[in-house]
Structures are given as structure tokens and as C-alpha cells.
């Protein structure tokens, strides 16, 4: 049986200014555009897990949509 799969990343915010600026991240899901060295990753459905004061996003290969080359 196969564990969770390993994040690729995280993206880790503020719970109350994520709250403020987005709405509570509970039962919602979101799109992620990352950039890096000129490529960029875009990954969809990605839920939340709050940790105390923190909302934790992790990104992973199943989330992955598209990846291309920034211009």
C-alpha cells in the first residue's frame, strides 16, 4: 500500500491574511502558478491543511497540469 505521494513543494501562508484576501481555504480548492529558473508550473485542486496560524498547500505530481516556458 502506497503512502501519500511526496510534495514537489509548498506553499505556506498566513491563516488569517489567507482568510482576509482569499476566503477560509476549508472544502475549497486552488489553482497554483509557480515559476522557476524561466518555467512555469501550474498545478489545480489543491487543497489546504491548516497547522495552527498557517495554511500549508503542498504541491504534487498529481496535482500538475501544465508546465511551460515562461517568456
Not at 491563516?15 to 482569499?22: I, M
Not at 522557476?36 to 487543497?47: E, H, L, P, R, S
Not at 503542498?58 to 496535482?63: I, S
Request: glycine share 8%; aromatic share 14%; proline share 6%.
Amino acid at each position: 500500500m502506497q503512502g501519500p505521494p511526496e510534495p514537489d513543494g509548498q506553499i505556506i501562508y498566513d491563516f488569517a491574511e489567507f482568510c482576509r484576501d482569499y476566503c477560509h481555504p476549508t472544502g475549497m480548492s486552488f489553482t497554483f502558478e509557480v515559476s522557476n529558473k524561466a518555467v512555469v508550473y501550474v498545478y489545480t485542486d489543491v487543497t489546504g491543511e491548516i497547522f495552527g496560524d498557517k495554511v500549508v498547500f503542498d504541491l504534487n505530481r498529481e496535482n500538475l497540469v501544465d508546465v511551460c516556458k515562461a517568456h
